[in-house]
């Protein structure tokens, strides 16, 4: 994990080597044990490298892919709420898994002006997508105190465990990224933030609501193929990064829903017998072979409840866009827990 300022941000736009390095080894190593796993999994974590963050830039504006317009709708009609703990305060606003940072641009510049000594905190797997979001953030609101974390959630956990005269947090985890979790995952997950926190202190965490199937799969298996370069941009980068030699001619994206959990699901399909090899081993695939990439579960208002409960957080507020497709909880750390 790095950190740094939003000057240093600035300056200095190629992600550190040594970092760098920890990632590809942490790439190889998830990759061989996915690949020699039954059934094969990919983590959905390696989807974001610099291709595959400007990719999901892409699918975020199609007309299939709903969330994204459906949670910036909450965030402007709701913003003024979904920020009033940390209005006229000194506080820090934390971002789980930042991304481009539009929709944090939306809430800090009701913050920006009315909040003294505001810092803003943000953290996620990509580099590129870091300084891309801090060097805007830094345009946009000069002189906002800016601390950059390039690591996993749990490193970003761990600092914010540390940390030492930023005030209360509003810790954000939008998009429904919880989404890419198992059920129990989330909620181990949610503990440890919770724990992480002090009382007084909030998170608005997105969640992408049950709907009808067919918004789904459209959402996942979009007409001009963006979702599908999205997930086989995993092969392109591991013929990238790990000398692999897969012929993305032979692999296919699935989005397939599982009404039980609920949740999307990603796959890539082998469409024919073929052997690959990747970081100098072999790997047969069959004709038909699926290797999971990514779950994208759906919620419930009531598990949505469960969370909040299961994670020892108190909820404040619940916004949703006008379809019902999409709501931003706003849950509060009590004071006494349990
Ligand atoms: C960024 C994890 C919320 O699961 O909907 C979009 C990623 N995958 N299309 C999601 C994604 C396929 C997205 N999240």
Same mark, same amino acid.
């Given at each position: 994990?790095?950190?740094?300022?939003?000057?240093? @941000?600035?300056?200095?736009?190629?992600?550190?080597?040594?970092? @760098?390095?920890?990632?590809?080894?942490?790439?190889? *190593? @998830?990759?061989?044990?996915?690949?020699?796993?039954?059934?094969?999994?990919?983590?959905?974590?390696?989807?974001?490298?610099?291709?595959?963050?400007?990719?999901f830039?892409?699918?975020m504006?199609?007309?299939?892919?709903?969330p994204t $317009?459906?949670e910036?709708?909450?965030?402007?009609?709701?913003?003024?709420?979904?920020? #009033?703990?940390?209005?006229?305060?000194?506080?820090?606003?934390? *971002?789980?898994g930042?991304g481009? #940072?539009?929709k944090?641009?939306?809430?800090?510049?009701?913050?920006?002006? $009315?909040?003294?000594?505001?810092?803003? %905190?943000?953290?996620?797997?990509?580099?590129?997508?870091?300084?891309?979001?801090?060097?805007?953030?830094?345009?946009?609101?000069? #002189?906002?105190?800016?601390?950059?974390?390039? /690591?996993?959630? @749990?490193?970003?956990?761990?600092?914010?465990?540390?940390?030492?005269?930023? /005030?209360?947090?509003?810790?954000l985890f939008l998009g429904s990224n919880i989404g890419n979790?198992?059920?129990?995952?989330?909620?181990?997950?949610?503990?440890?933030?919770?724990?992480?926190?002090?009382?007084?202190?909030?998170?608005?965490?997105g969640f992408d609501?049950?709907?009808?199937? %067919?918004?789904?799969?459209?959402?996942?298996?979009?007409?001009?193929?963006?979702?599908?370069?999205?997930?086989?941009?995993?092969?392109?980068?591991?013929?990238?990064?790990?000398?692999?030699?897969?012929?993305?001619?032979?692999?296919?994206? $699935? %989005?397939?829903?599982?009404?039980?959990?609920?949740?999307?699901?990603?796959?890539?399909?082998?469409?024919?017998?073929?052997?690959?090899?990747? %970081? #100098?081993?072999?790997?047969?695939?069959?004709?038909?072979?699926?290797?999971?990439?990514?779950?994208?579960?759906?919620?419930?208002?009531?598990?949505?409840?469960?969370?909040?409960?299961?994670?020892?957080?108190?909820?404040?507020? $619940?916004?949703? *866009?006008?379809?019902?497709?999409f709501? *931003?909880?706003?849950?509060?750390?009590?004071?006494?827990?349990?």
């Amino acid at each position: 994990m790095r950190t740094g300022t939003a000057r240093e @941000a600035r300056s200095c736009r190629a992600p550190d080597p040594v970092g @760098a390095r920890a990632d590809r080894q942490n790439f190889r *190593d @998830a990759v061989l044990r996915g690949l020699s796993s039954t059934p094969r999994f990919l983590p959905s974590l390696y989807f974001y490298d610099a291709r595959g963050s400007q990719i999901f830039q892409r699918i975020m504006a199609l007309d299939e892919y709903y969330p994204t $317009r459906c949670e910036r709708e909450i965030l402007e009609r709701d913003g003024e709420r979904l920020v #009033g703990c940390l209005l006229e305060r000194h506080g820090t606003l934390v *971002d789980l898994g930042a991304g481009d #940072g539009t929709k944090t641009h939306l809430l800090l510049s009701r913050l920006f002006h $009315r909040s003294p000594g505001l810092s803003y %905190a943000p953290i996620d797997v990509s580099p590129s997508a870091l300084w891309d979001s801090l060097s805007r953030m830094a345009t946009a609101f000069p #002189g906002l105190h800016v601390v950059p974390v390039v /690591g996993e959630y @749990a490193e970003g956990l761990r600092w914010l465990g540390a940390r030492e005269g930023i /005030g209360a947090l509003l810790v954000l985890f939008l998009g429904s990224n919880i989404g890419n979790m198992e059920r129990e995952e989330a909620r181990g997950f949610l503990r440890g933030l919770r724990s992480a926190l002090r009382p007084g202190d909030h998170v608005l965490v997105g969640f992408d609501l049950l709907k009808d199937r %067919a918004v789904l799969q459209r959402a996942y298996d979009d007409a001009q193929g963006v979702t599908a370069e999205f997930n086989l941009n995993l092969l392109a980068r591991m013929n990238r990064e790990l000398g692999a030699d897969f012929d993305l001619s032979g692999f296919a994206h $699935r %989005a397939t829903f599982d009404p039980v959990r609920p949740a999307m699901e990603s796959w890539i399909e082998s469409l024919r017998s073929q052997i690959v090899t990747v %970081a #100098g081993r072999r790997f047969a695939f069959a004709p038909g072979e699926l290797v999971h990439t990514e779950i994208s579960c759906k919620y419930r208002e009531g598990d949505i409840t469960e969370l909040a409960r299961s994670g020892g957080f108190a909820e404040v507020g $619940r916004f949703r *866009d006008r379809r019902g497709w999409f709501a *931003d909880a706003l849950w509060r750390v009590p004071d006494r827990w349990p």
